[in-house]
């Protein structure tokens, strides 16, 4: 007895944006169809190996693709793993596929959504509807005593389920009236394209009319020299449903130490970066029956942005989620695949600096993750870093950093939150004297970055905002100090005690009467305010104030503060000085007390000139 059933909620919706053709392209619904038929094989064909019973066990796996011009009607027909009664309604009644769960997600956003965004989804079999003004599913499962099942829809609110009459084999067909304004899919030169754009990779013969299309060998398994650029992108298109082209790849094709082949891509962008999560990852075969479709373990976590396939005839067939993790041979491939990876980013790093600089500012911070994160292979991936840095606009890695500099024990850096800032500040003044370059820090992360690394190539780095920071070598590094200074300095020290930890004559400013820098050790001012916003019991810690004793400020200061009895003056003085060097740093600790400190400061000078 038919049944009608109402589709979840949710499928109403998504019908609505199909039927309204959300897709430029509506011949989208053959690969979606395809795609199906496809998983249904894979699924059956791993059944059989792990030595299930399977119905019809005898069928051929393939597609077939027929056309009727009379009826009006396309059908997709696959001998996999079918579907029972209480599946077909589970599974085409709701929404169970989590890809376009997100999907509808992502629609609710709208911002950031743009077409192609759009087609990396596929929302899989309710795509037919663009072309149908009904839909007749016939399945019928691998297991041994299911009946055949019917699915009827027009792509409204209801569908009908029902059983058939007659002899079904094993599988499932799809047979679509195609509505008044499609009907150019009943041309087979059509159809045949089609197929040839989204789905001649698929591992499976597929007929049209009975007569077989051409289709292409898994590329993985190809000797690399035979391939072309082009073939690599196809492919790419193919695995991710999309239109987009792959920033680089690789192949790997060996047979020993361990058995691989494998094509990794690098996407073109991070799906995650809008906060979706990305459905294609890198699918595990063994000698081309797949075993997972995303396969977490093939990489560390920090390359989980790769895409691709990975084939091993030394992977057992009947790995599981829970094994997969320590399995010996996964580990085996995933070392290889990490250093293979590694060294071919070296290579996009020499070869295709335009793209690899791409590759950075959209996977950049996976690589950094790997450093923070203590990976083995973390001095291989400080090679692969771009830095800005003070005398150019192109980003560096550590490297040419060091080609740049005559100080080759040292890599020196500041930390800032904006570029323009940062290279105003008087830190900077003894390394543009002297042509030193200096990376320029300017994400919170990148610090703790370098904290990772340690050393790099036996260079140490060097925050410029620390004391004890000079160019100078020998005896220009020595401050010769008078007595006149000294006791400037301890009553500078004594007047600022609560602010700052020690006043000091500097040697590395050139223009700048002084400087705040940080004690040896303490993270930078932008970590501490970081960290202080993080915990508010976070103190930070207090600065050291550097004069500048060749700038005339420093001499007029000197008598001032020795001289003056004006206990208020010079104590208003002196804090608008800290409060200055602080500005120079892009910052300052104490807005409203800063600002009484200048006006009084204009109130005496306008007494002054009264006078
Ligand atoms: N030809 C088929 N054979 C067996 N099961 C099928 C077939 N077509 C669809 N299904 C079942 O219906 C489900 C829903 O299909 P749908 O295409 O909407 O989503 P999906 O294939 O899971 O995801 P997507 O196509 O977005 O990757 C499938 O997961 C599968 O279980």
């Given at each position: 007895m038919a049944r009608r059933i109402k589709f979840k909620s949710e499928v109403g919706r998504l019908l609505d944006i199909v039927i309204h053709s959300?897709?430029?392209?509506?011949?989208?619904f053959l690969r979606e169809l395809i795609s199906n038929s496809v998983d249904a094989l894979n699924k059956l064909k791993f059944k059989q190996l792990q030595g299930e019973e399977i119905a019809d066990?005898?069928?051929?796996?393939r597609i077939d693709i027929k056309v009727d011009q009379n009826e009006k009607t396309i059908e997709i027909i696959d001998t996999g793993i079918g579907m029972t009664e209480d599946e077909i309604i589970e599974n085409l009644g709701t929404i169970a596929h989590s890809g376009t769960k997100k999907f509808l997600e992502l629609l609710d956003k709208?911002?950031?959504?743009?077409e192609e965004l759009i087609g990396q989804f596929g929302v899989g079999?309710?795509?037919?509807f663009m072309v149908a003004e009904k839909v007749e599913v016939v399945s019928k499962s691998y297991l041994k005593d299911a009946y055949p099942v019917k699915w009827i829809s027009e792509g409204k609110e209801r569908f009908t389920v029902d059983t058939v009459e007659g002899e079904v084999k094993r599988g499932t067909s799809v047979k679509i009236y195609l509505k008044e304004d499609a009907l150019?899919?009943?041309?087979e030169s059509r159809i045949e394209a089609i197929v040839d754009r989204y789905?001649?990779?698929?591992p499976y013969p597929i007929y049209l009319n009975g007569r077989k299309l051409k289709q292409v060998k898994p590329?993985?398994?190809?000797?690399?020299?035979?391939?072309?650029k082009e073939d690599y992108e196809e492919f790419y298109k193919y695995l991710t449903k999309s239109e987009l082209k792959p920033l680089s790849y690789l192949h790997i094709y060996s047979d020993a130490p361990v058995d691989l082949k494998s094509i990794i891509y690098i996407p073109p962008f991070s799906l995650v970066k809008f906060g979706i999560e990305d459905d294609t990852g890198i699918r595990l075969y063994n000698r081309k029956v797949l075993?997972?479709?995303?396969?977490?373990?093939?990489?560390?976590?920090?390359?989980?942005f790769l895409k691709g396939v990975v084939d091993s005839?030394?992977?057992?067939?009947?790995?599981?989620r829970e094994t997969i993790q320590n399995d010996p041979v996964v580990l085996r491939l995933k070392k290889t695949i990490t250093s293979k990876f590694i060294k071919h980013l070296k290579d996009f790093l020499k070869k295709d600096r335009a793209n690899y600089n791409l590759f950075f500012d959209e996977f950049g911070v996976y690589l950094k993750e790997g450093i923070v994160k203590d990976y083995p292979e973390k001095q291989d991936l400080a090679e692969l870093l771009l830095f800005e840095y003070t005398d150019g606009n192109e980003k560096i890695t550590l490297s040419e950093y060091l080609e740049k500099?005559?100080?080759?024990?040292s890599i020196y850096y500041i930390v800032g939150e904006d570029r323009k800032t940062i290279e105003k500040s008087p830190y900077l003044e003894q390394f543009y004297q002297k042509g030193v370059p200096v990376l320029i820090l300017t994400q919170v992360l990148d610090e703790t970055v370098i904290e990772h690394i340690g050393k790099f190539k036996e260079a140490e780095f060097k925050l410029?905002?620390?004391?004890?920071?000079?160019l100078e070598k020998g005896e220009k590094a020595e401050k010769t100090i008078e007595e006149e200074d000294k006791k400037f300095l301890e009553k500078v020290k004594e007047i600022l005690k609560d602010r700052i930890f020690d006043a000091v004559i500097s040697?590395?400013?050139?223009?700048?009467p002084y400087c705040l820098v940080s004690q040896k050790n303490s993270p930078s001012s932008q970590m501490e305010r970081m960290m202080n916003a993080l915990n508010k019991f976070y103190v930070p810690s207090k600065k050291i104030l550097e004069f500048n004793?060749?700038?005339p400020v420093y001499k007029n200061l000197k008598r001032f503060i020795l001289n003056s009895n004006d206990k208020e003056l010079k104590e208003t003085l002196l804090n608008s000085i800290v409060d200055a060097a602080e500005l120079s740093e892009?910052?300052?600790?104490?807005i409203p007390s800063s600002v009484e400190r200048y006006n009084q400061l204009i109130e005496r000078f306008l007494e002054l000139d009264k006078k």
């Open positions: 959300l897709y430029k392209h509506r011949d989208i066990g005898e069928l051929e796996h709208k911002d950031n959504v743009t079999f309710y795509s037919v150019e899919f009943l041309s789905s001649k990779f698929v590329l993985w398994l190809e000797n690399p020299n035979s391939l072309k075993i997972d479709e995303k396969t977490e373990e093939l990489v560390p976590d920090y390359l989980r005839e030394d992977i057992q067939l009947n790995i599981s500099t005559d100080y080759k024990d410029i905002t620390r004391e004890d920071i000079t040697t590395r400013l050139v223009k700048s004793p060749s700038h892009g910052f300052l600790s104490d």
